[in-house]
């Protein structure tokens, strides 16, 4: 095949150990995690590990990687494996994606962490999907990615012409796809914010997007940079539209872009979907963020994969390595993201960090493709390839 061998990473972490050289950054979730805390303020911390309600939801999501195993298939010599993909006309080299947070730009000790995710993705050929909320703005972030294609998620604002604009900012900026979230147009009860009063969109923070649209500066009274108080207060008037099925036809209109909805999860929500003219579905609860008490997003995946009927089906929640990535590919996902794993990466190491998380995640899929005889992710889609642990 000739195709990279993501797993000879572990090569190059051994040897340099033979050298006296320990890794910089953990190969782990857990301890990304530990790290992370010893390095990020609380109040960002709090906004990043945090769940809706009693964090149920977002327990179950990664505790239901654990009900599906994998079954070994011997005698395939799966000498080298192929991991790319094909999605929306486009050849990815992985099924990899960093999933849009929000907070990311302050994640970064710059505070610049959105233009570091670029980077690391133009560095990996993995893509980002990239949050309305950001701390630089998609006219810089999109030149960023280089070669590797971004998709830019939309939290759609009341205001119609403004969602419209930032959608042709977008594209202008050379994103490849437009992911419509659907389940944020209220935040979920998140405790560990609310006990702390935090919400950083709320102090100005992440809103470069919006603070340098024309059609969002039209509605200030005041420059933004001299009153950002009143800017987060019109972005929060904006916030908090509740999309209809009528809303596709005009978001479909708008561009020429794939379109994504995200957070779907019944079978009758992705027909409906598909029906109204969506490129791509996107599976997902959020992480547990926005409702608790739900079904785990991984539960809910192969119905979708089966009513979307081919369409491409985007997956996050819960996922924390690479054998997630490979139980979430074989349960029929097109493409998997991860998402506070990499939020951790970045606040210990930046660009460089994110590029070693994505490496460290990619190494374990595919060492466990080969070790476990499937050598393409077709092959992981067989019959018999995994089974729901009793």
């Given at each position: 095949m ?25 190969v782990d ?34 505790a ?19 991991l790319s993909?094909e999605?929306f ?24 962490g ?7 993705a ?11 909320l ?15 294609p971004?998709?830019f ?6 205001d ?16 490849k ?6 389940d ?42 001299d ?6 207060a019109?972005?929060a ?44 579905i996107?599976?997902?609860n959020?992480g ?16 979708v ?10 997956f ?6 690479g ?26 190491g930046g ?6 998380h994505?490496r460290?995640i ?7 493709m080969?070790i476990?005889g499937?050598?393409?992710?077709a ?6 390839a ?5």
């Amino acid at each position: 095949m000739g195709q990279q061998q993501y797993g000879d990473f572990q090569l190059e972490i051994y040897r340099a150990g033979m050298r006296g050289i320990l890794p910089r950054y953990p190969v782990d979730f857990e301890a990304l995690e530990r790290k992370a805390a010893q390095v990020l303020p609380e109040w960002i911390l709090s906004y990043v590990a945090g769940g809706c309600g009693n964090e149920h939801t977002q327990r179950a999501n990664i505790a239901a990687f654990e009900k599906w195993g994998l079954i070994p298939r011997m005698f395939n010599g799966s000498y080298e494996r192929d991991l790319s993909i094909e999605l929306f006309d486009m050849h990815l080299p992985t099924p990899l994606f960093t999933v849009p947070i929000g907070v990311i730009g302050i994640c970064a000790q710059d505070f610049h962490g959105d233009l570091h995710v670029a980077r690391a993705a133009a560095r990996t050929g993995v893509p980002v999907v990239q949050s309305t909320l950001s701390t630089d703005p998609v006219e810089q972030l999109g030149p960023a990615l280089g070669d590797t294609p971004g998709f830019f998620q939309l939290y759609t604002p009341k205001d119609r012409d403004l969602a419209i604009s930032l959608i042709h900012r977008a594209e202008a900026a050379g994103y490849k796809a437009l992911v419509v979230t659907l389940d944020t147009w209220v935040t979920g009860w998140r405790p560990r914010d609310l006990n702390r009063a935090n919400f950083p969109q709320l102090r100005g923070l992440c809103l470069a997007n919006y603070l340098t649209d024309e059609k969002f500066r039209r509605r200030l009274v005041t420059e933004p940079e001299d009153d950002i108080s009143a800017a987060a207060a019109e972005w929060a008037s904006q916030f908090g539209y509740s999309l209809s099925w009528d809303d596709l036809h005009w978001i479909r209109a708008a561009t020429s872009l794939p379109v994504v909805v995200k957070g779907i999860s019944h079978p009758d929500d992705v027909r409906k979907a598909i029906d109204l003219g969506v490129d791509g579905i996107y599976c997902s609860n959020h992480g547990g963020r926005q409702a608790n008490g739900g079904l785990p997003a991984l539960d809910t995946l192969p119905d979708v994969v089966a009513a979307a009927d081919g369409v491409p089906v985007l997956f996050d929640s819960g996922v924390r390595s690479g054998t997630d990535v490979v139980k979430a590919l074989a349960l029929g996902a097109t493409a998997v993201g991860v998402g506070r794993s990499y939020a951790y990466a970045l606040a210990l190491g930046g660009e460089d960090g994110i590029v070693h998380h994505i490496r460290s995640i990619l190494a374990e899929a595919d060492l466990l493709m080969a070790i476990d005889g499937y050598p393409t992710i077709a092959d992981l889609r067989s019959e018999g390839a995994i089974r729901r642990v009793h």
